[in-house]
């Protein structure tokens, strides 16, 4: 199979093994038509091998990681079962490594199809490969879709409550607990880096030391409190009460010369990405409009005087095609002068009808070069959106030497 392919199952009971040139740790979930788990019984993994019509294997004597699916035992209302991947080792990405599924006839054994997806990179965990329901019956499709905030990205983006605890000593695992069963640990799970555009799908740090330590949080960040403050790095999912919060919104971007009002021609752009970080189109001062509307950039600013924003960029987050999986917001120095040269970069996030802020990212430092990936935006596996700030600096003085750059922080 190809990325994004699918194929009908012929068997009841199916069998999806993960392989790559190293251990992987393979999960399943099972979710909802809202995308969602049920609660976090629905994630099955070797710590919780056991879930209503889907079972985990572990790896033994050759054999590797599994899922199995009794699509027959699947409960009503479960639409979905995706199945998962991470490499076992902590930290460790799936660069070089790209796994590959078989999903066999869990009872003859027969391969029915396999599926290898495109060269990976910062990935810490991958949806590999989903099983799901149509018109009554059953079939396969192939995913690849990556994180790079590991295990953790998939579970909470799914639904399932990752929660803070003290990690044990000599063990990396994070664990995930289960409103109605005893606590479970999950697989190791790396910590985010910084984002490339990303996921930086962004740059992650390193994993947490085997030392007794507070685990890091895990907890998704949402609108739920209102507005949010983020760190380089931080990420904030664009829902609230669970639900999708807005369908259009404004980045505004804003600079101030740092040197006795010397003019500074700073530009801002939003670069569109597919699944596979390809660019699909960009938003700059050449082009103020793409995707018929659906992005689109306020005009030029040539010198960063005035108050408020200095550049602004709306998006209607509904008006995007089904292609477009991450927006990344760039600001270059068009006219070649460092980012030691202005003071007070920041970009903000804001309700596009109301005005209301609700994310905002201040640079806390500028470095000498001439341009700066600020943040992006990605559209995640369950269809929701996650703003991540980014704040790294380029050798980039044009929206057209960005994109590199950008995507490789996705």
Known sequence: MTQGGNAPLTAARVTVEVTAPKALDVSGLLLTDAG??????????????????????????????????????????????????????????????????TVRDADSGQVLVTFTPPQLGRETALIVVEVYQRGGAWKVRAVGQGYADGLAGIATDFGVSVEDEPAPAAATAAPVTAPAAP????????????????????????????????????????????RVSLTKGGSVSLEKNGKPFLSSVRMGLGWEPAGRGRNIDLDASC?????????????????????????????DNLTGEGGGDDESITVHLDGLPPEVCGLVFVVNSFSGQKFTEVKNAYCRLLDAGSNQ??????????????????????RQYSGEWVMTAIGEYVDAKTARAMVKPAASML
């Open 357 to 378: 802020e609700l994310v905002r990212f201040d640079l806390t430092q500028s470095e000498s070069h001439t341009g700066v990936v600020m943040c992006k935006l990605v």
């Open 271 to 299: 670069i569109a990405f597919d699944a596979k970080r390809e660019k699909l189109d960009t938003a700059w001062f050449m082009k103020l409009g793409i995707f018929n509307g659906a992005v689109v950039h306020s005009g």
């Open 36 to 101: 969602k788990v049920r609660s976090d019984a629905d994630f099955v993994f070797f710590n919780a091998p056991h879930g209503p019509g889907v079972t985990h294997r572990p790896a033994s004597g050759g054999t590797p990681d599994a899922i199995t699916i009794d699509t027959s035992a699947v409960p009503a209302g479960i639409t979905k079962i995706v199945v998962t991947a991470s490499p076992d080792e902590a930290g460790a990405t799936f660069a070089g490594i790209e796994p590959t599924a």
């Open 183 to 226: 606590p479970v640990t999950a697989p190791p799970v790396a910590a985010p880096v910084a984002p490339p555009l990303p996921q930086s799908t962004p740059p992650m740090p390193p994993a947490p030391p085997a030392a007794p330590a507070a685990a890091p949080s895990l907890t998704k960040v949402t609108l739920d409190k209102g």
